[in-house]
DNA sequence: TGTACATCAGTGAACGCGCGTTCACTGATGTAC
DNA sequence: TGTACATCAGTGAACGCGCGTTCACTGATGTAC
């Protein structure tokens, strides 16, 4: 209305960037950029409060080109899924095979500090209720990746299972009560810790799971 | 394009249904409604993935009266979590005060049903991972819930957070992987059921929690 | 090695949709007399 | 008890916003010669 201008584009100026085109190296490096910050951007708020633009953007792009790498949003959260199971499980096998390395893991997880950082995190107690209602591929992801730290656990120490789901439940109800309940909330972890012992101690009558 | 029709509304027909006012007992029947839709859809599918309109709806309602009840969709959260901790507590009430209330009570918590009913079983494990990103007064209601919840089942048996966290994280997981992987869902449940005679064991070294 | 051109990774505007919230309006309720 | 009117619970259209996805376009990459 002020100005009197053609509808045609304004071709005078470069679009902002001048690196419109990239090797096909760097954009592998962007597709993985694009994967891991979904995975810690998932993790930290969940699969539906983030949005494709977030997530390109904190991987350094802009959200148009996002669909030259993924199918959908639901291809890519599949592919962050399997990769934060990987890392954490990473996390795990790092510290070693025998039953003191679990524990030590166990006594690192239960922390404050773990429940602080849910977007680098384990994607367990992270994740859990919004996966049922995700793409059946996001959902097979997660059960693979459940199973492997069932199996991760079993490895180590006789019922994988209550354990998994211990230090799962309360690491999300440490989440959900820190804000309004930070004493309760800490005190479940610290209650957590000091019974770890109890997973230690030899099988008494059936170790199921 | 088709009918030369004046802007002004179409006043000849009465706008549907002919009860827009309504008595003051059947208002509070209204609101009690809304509310009760809200615990069972926000269970169901999460506090962002219910929209006013459908609550409203599932009240036999429209959306646009939802105000006249309820400052905002957060307040209401607060209101529906306040009311779903309150029902499940009652049904632990209603079994009794001693351990064999409780493990019955356990018992019927551990099972694939009380998994597919997830709108109207325990809100701890629906919207665990969904709390922390809510309203403060919803994190509040939550908070009270799972302190109300660690108060009953203190009165029963010993080490009440250990098992509140273990069924807890046992239904989370059991229902992400209950449809990828059913049969792992289900051995993590008839797992935690299998091992709940070990929290009725008599305390062994030290009881936290 | 040098040149000409096709490819294609990335950009940014746009689309359609659903959401939380607002609002003018309706007409039965409930009250003042 | 009867009447006249103010109240207010509920309706449905509309608003602004953010989202997933699409698309015309750009220009460096990478290849054919």
Redesign the pocket.
């Known amino acids: 209305m002020m100005m009197i201008m053609s509808s045609a ?1 304004c ?1 005078a100026q ?14 592998a490096q ?2 993985g950029a694009i994967v891991k910050a979904a995975g810690r951007l998932f993790r930290a708020r969940g699969f ?7 997530i ?1 953007e904190a991987a350094g ?9 993924f199918a ?3 291809a890519l959260a599949a592919e962050a899924c399997g990769l934060v199971f990987a890392e954490s499980l990473d996390k795990l096998a790092a510290r070693g095979d025998d039953e003191a390395a679990l524990l030590a893991y166990l006594e690192n997880y239960l922390t404050e500090s773990h429940r602080e950082r849910r977007d680098s995190g384990c994607p367990m107690p992270a994740l859990a209720t919004d996966i049922p209602r995700q793409d059946p591929v996001v959902q097979k992801r997660y059960a693979e990746g459940v199973a492997a730290f069932i199996d991760g656990i079993a490895k180590r120490l006789p019922g994988p299972i209550a354990l998994l789901s211990t230090i799962v439940g309360g690491m999300a109800l440490a989440r959900a009560t820190a804000k309004a309940a930070p004493e309760m909330s800490a005190q479940i972890l610290a209650s957590l810790r000091a019974q770890l012992t109890q997973f230690t101690a030899p099988p008494r009558k059936r170790q199921n799971g």
Chains 1, 2 share one sequence.
Do not use: I, M, Q
């Open positions: 584009k071709t470069p679009p902002g960037n001048a690196d419109v085109k990239v090797t096909r190296e760097k954009a962007h597709r539906d409060k983030v949005g494709v633009a977030e390109t792009l802009t959200h148009g080109g996002f669909y030259g790498h959908s949003k639901d």
